[in-house]
C-alpha cells in the first residue's frame, strides 16, 4: 500500500496507522489502541505492553446516525457510524455509497482507503465505510 | 450511608446564600461582561442579609469559549473583583458546575470562607460557528461527528437495545417546552406537541430540529460560604450534600445505550451525600437533546435501564409530578449557554429549595434537589458527568 505524504505533524505522526490500518493491542486485557501507539491502557488503565495488529478492513455497526447539517465539505444526508472492527479497534465511521434506509445496527461494513478531505489543496487519506459486499479480500 | 465517607466530602460544608442569573437568550446588545456584570449584580442582591463584595476572596468563572483570551481576568474587569484570586475552569458541557464543584472544594479546604462563581457563555455573536468548526480536520478523532451526531448516536443505540421510539424521546421536548413557557429566564417560551417534534426537520437521525437545545447567551452567578458563618447573610442557606465528577469514552466498550460518566458521577455525590435516587424530590438534569434527559433518568437512578419513558407517560416527572424533572424547562427550553448551564442549573434548584422558584415552583415541598451535566470533549470521543447534591 502506499504512503501518503501528509505535510501536518498530526497526520503524519500517525500516517503508517492510518494507511495501513495498525492498531495496538493491550497485553493485559486485549483493549486495542488506534491510531496512536500508547504506554497505558484506557480500558484496563494498567501501564502496559502493546502488540502490534494488523487490522482487517472489516467491522460491524454498533451504532449510527444520519447527518443533515454539517459544515461545509461535507455531503448531506451523511451516515456516520460507531463501528467494531473485526478483532480490532472501535473507530466512527463515515459512510460512503450507502442509502440513509440502508444503515442497520449489526449491519457488516468494510472500509476503503479514499480522499477524507482536503487540507490547503493536499488530499487528506483515510478509510470511509461501506456496506459489506464481499466476504474475502 | 457512611459517616466517615460524608466528613470526608463536601457535606454540610458549604452553604449557597445567594443565586442570580440574567434572562437567556439571544443577548447581542450585551456584552460578555456585561452579562458577567448583571448576573453577579443579582446574586448580590439575592442574599437576604446583605453581603460587601469585600468579604468575597476567591473566584471562579465558567467559561469555554471567551471572547478575550482564556484568563479569569475577564470576571475581574466584569465584577470589580480585582486583588483576589480569580480563576477560569473549562470542562465541556460540564464547564459550570465543575467551577462551583472546584470553588466548593476551596471552601471545603478551608483556604477562603466566602466566594463567587460565575457561569458565562456567548454563543450568538459567532452563530453555529463555535459548534460548527469542531472536528472538520481529523482523521480517526471523530471528523464531522457534531454534537447532535453524538447523542443521536446514542439515541439510535437506545431505541434499538429497548425498543423506545420517536415519540417515547419527544416526550422530553413537550414536558420541556411546557416548563420552559412558564419560565421567565428562558430562550425560548412556546410549547411543541408530539407531532410537531417528530415532523420537525431532522438535524442527525435520529433527532430533529426540537430534540435539540437552541445556541443561547447567558450568564448565572452563585455566592457561597463556609456553612457556619450562612446565618450572617441568609436565614434560608441552601447546603451542598454531595459533588461527583467522571469521564469515559465509548471507545472502552459499552453499547451506546447510557452515559457511564453519569453513573460514575452520580455514584460519588450520592455517596457524599447518603442518599439514594428515591429521595431526590426535583432535579435539573442535562438535556442538551431530549434523548439526553431519557437516558439520564436511568444513569441518575430515577428509572430501570429501558424505562425511562414511563416517568415521562405517568407525568411522574412533570412540574407538578412527585419528582419533577427540569422545572426551568431545561436546556431545550432555557438554551444551553455552555459555561452558564450548569451554575444556572443550580440557581434554579437553590430557588425551588427555598420555594421561591415562581411560576415553576414545584408542589411537593423540596428537600432534596440533584444537578447534573452531561457533556463531550475532545472532539466528540469522551464525556465528562459532573452530579451534585443539594439539601435544606
Ligand atoms: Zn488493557
Not at chain 1, 496507522?17 to 501507539?37: M, Q
Not at chain 2, 437576604?48 to 471567551?66: E, F, R, S, V
Not at chain 2, 455573536?125 to 472536528?135: F, L, P, T, V, Y
Request: hydrophobic share 40%.
Amino acid at each position: 500500500m502506499i504512503l501518503v505524504i501528509m505535510h501536518k505533524p498530526p497526520q503524519w505522526r500517525i500516517a503508517r496507522e492510518n494507511a495501513r490500518l495498525i492498531g495496538y493491542r493491550c497485553k493485559h486485557c486485549g483493549f486495542v489502541e488506534f491510531p496512536e501507539p500508547r504506554k497505558i491502557c484506557k480500558r484496563c488503565r494498567k501501564p502496559s505492553e502493546f502488540a502490534e495488529l494488523q487490522m482487517q478492513p472489516y467491522g460491524r455497526v454498533i451504532s449510527f446516525v444520519v447527518q443533515h447539517r454539517l459544515p461545509e465539505g461535507f455531503e448531506t444526508p451523511l451516515p456516520l457510524a460507531v463501528i467494531d472492527l473485526e478483532g480490532g479497534a472501535r473507530v466512527y465511521g463515515q459512510m460512503t455509497e450507502c442509502k440513509p434506509d440502508e444503515m442497520k445496527i449489526g449491519m457488516s461494513v468494510e472500509a476503503e482507503y479514499r480522499i477524507f478531505y482536503d487540507d490547503d489543496g493536499l488530499h487528506i487519506y483515510s478509510y470511509k465505510f461501506r456496506p459489506r459486499r464481499s466476504e474475502s479480500m | 450511608m457512611s459517616k466517615t465517607k460524608q466528613q470526608n466530602g463536601l457535606y454540610r460544608k458549604i452553604a449557597i446564600v445567594g443565586a442570580g442569573m440574567i434572562d437567556f437568550g439571544e443577548l447581542f446588545e450585551k456584552s460578555f461582561e456585561s452579562m458577567v456584570e448583571e448576573a453577579y449584580l443579582h446574586a448580590l442582591k439575592s442574599v437576604n442579609k446583605g453581603i460587601d463584595p469585600a468579604q468575597i476572596k476567591a473566584a471562579w468563572i465558567g467559561t469555554l469559549y471567551p471572547p478575550q483570551g482564556n484568563s479569569g481576568l475577564l470576571l475581574s474587569f466584569a465584577t470589580g473583583l480585582f486583588e483576589i484570586p480569580v480563576t477560569r475552569v473549562e470542562n465541556a458541557c460540564a464547564t459550570g458546575s465543575d467551577a462551583f464543584r472546584t470553588a466548593c472544594m476551596a471552601i471545603a479546604a478551608g483556604v477562603y470562607d466566602v466566594v463567587l462563581v460565575v457561569g458565562v457563555e456567548k454563543m450568538r455573536d459567532d452563530g453555529a460557528g463555535h459548534i460548527q468548526r469542531s472536528a472538520v480536520k481529523q482523521l480517526w478523532g471523530g471528523r464531522g461527528v457534531t454534537m447532535p451526531a453524538f447523542f443521536g448516536l446514542h439515541a439510535t443505540a437506545y431505541m434499538n437495545k429497548y425498543k423506545a421510539t420517536r415519540e417515547d424521546i419527544a416526550l422530553v421536548s413537550v414536558k420541556n417546552h411546557h416548563n420552559g413557557a412558564l419560565y421567565p429566564h428562558a430562550h425560548y417560551r412556546f410549547e411543541c406537541s408530539v407531532e410537531e417534534v417528530l415532523k420537525a426537520p431532522f438535524i442527525s437521525y435520529p433527532l430533529g430540529l426540537y430534540d435539540c437545545c437552541p445556541v443561547t447567551d447567558g450568564a448565572a452567578a452563585l455566592i457561597m460560604c463556609r456553612a457556619d458563618l450562612a446565618p450572617r447573610y441568609t436565614e434560608k442557606p441552601v447546603y451542598v450534600l454531595g459533588s461527583g465528577l467522571a469521564t469515559d469514552t465509548f471507545f472502552r466498550g459499552g453499547d451506546l445505550s447510557n452515559f457511564p460518566a453519569t453513573q460514575f458521577a452520580a455514584q460519588q455525590a450520592y455517596e457524599m451525600a447518603g442518599v439514594t435516587p428515591d429521595e431526590i424530590d426535583v432535579a435539573e438534569i442535562h438535556d442538551c437533546f431530549s434523548i439526553t434527559e431519557l437516558i439520564s433518568y436511568e444513569d441518575l437512578g430515577f428509572a430501570q435501564p429501558g424505562q425511562g419513558a414511563a416517568l415521562l407517560k405517568e407525568k411522574r416527572v412533570a412540574l407538578e409530578g412527585e419528582k419533577p424533572i427540569n422545572p426551568s424547562g431545561g436546556l431545550l427550553a432555557k438554551g444551553h449557554p455552555i459555561g452558564a448551564t450548569g451554575v444556572a442549573q443550580l440557581v434554579e434548584l437553590f430557588q425551588q429549595l427555598r420555594g421561591e422558584a415562581g411560576p415553576v415552583q414545584v408542589k411537593n415541598r423540596p428537600k432534596l434537589a440533584l444537578q447534573h451535566n452531561i457533556g463531550i470533549g475532545r472532539t466528540a470521543t469522551g464525556s465528562v458527568a459532573c452530579v451534585h447534591v443539594l439539601g435544606l
